[in-house]
Nanobody, 115 residues
Framework: QVQLVESGGGLVQPGGSLRLSCAAS????????MGWYRQSPGKQRELVAR???????NYADSTKGRFTISRDNAKNTVYLQMNSLKPEDTAVYYC?????????WGKGTLVTVSS
């Protein structure tokens, strides 16, 4: 059974930082492209950042320079370091594992950026 379990969300003030983690099980983690997506009320789910099995990364324009995605294949975990957070970063953040036509999703973790 495939599980992606996100953690690390919470309430943070503007300008603050958070680190999200996603622990995967039930998949051969090292061959998957891992991604973070987010969805805020009334909006579509959007890509935040993605890292391939080879370590290539790409980011949404809105997060470049502020967010960093990384992975630890030994721990089957992908991370999202979020710095200089803004109120518009408020959303539920979802972990994604993709390989060919297969996609798995976590249940999400809420990030709220507010003073």
């Amino acid at each position: 059974q495939v599980q992606l379990v996100e953690s690390g969300g919470g309430l943070v003030q503007p300008g603050g930082s958070l680190r999200l983690s996603c622990a995967a099980s039930g998949i051969i983690f090292s061959i998957y492209t891992m991604g973070w997506y987010r969805q805020s009320p009334g909006k579509q789910r959007e890509l935040v950042a993605r890292i391939t099995n080879g370590g290539t990364t790409n980011y949404a324009d809105s997060t470049k320079g502020r967010f960093t995605i990384s992975r630890d294949n030994a721990k089957n975990t992908v991370y999202l370091q979020m710095n200089s957070l803004k109120p518009e970063d408020t959303a539920v953040y979802y972990c994604n594992a993709a390989q060919a036509w297969v996609n798995y999703w976590g249940k999400g973790t809420l990030v709220t950026v507010s003073s």
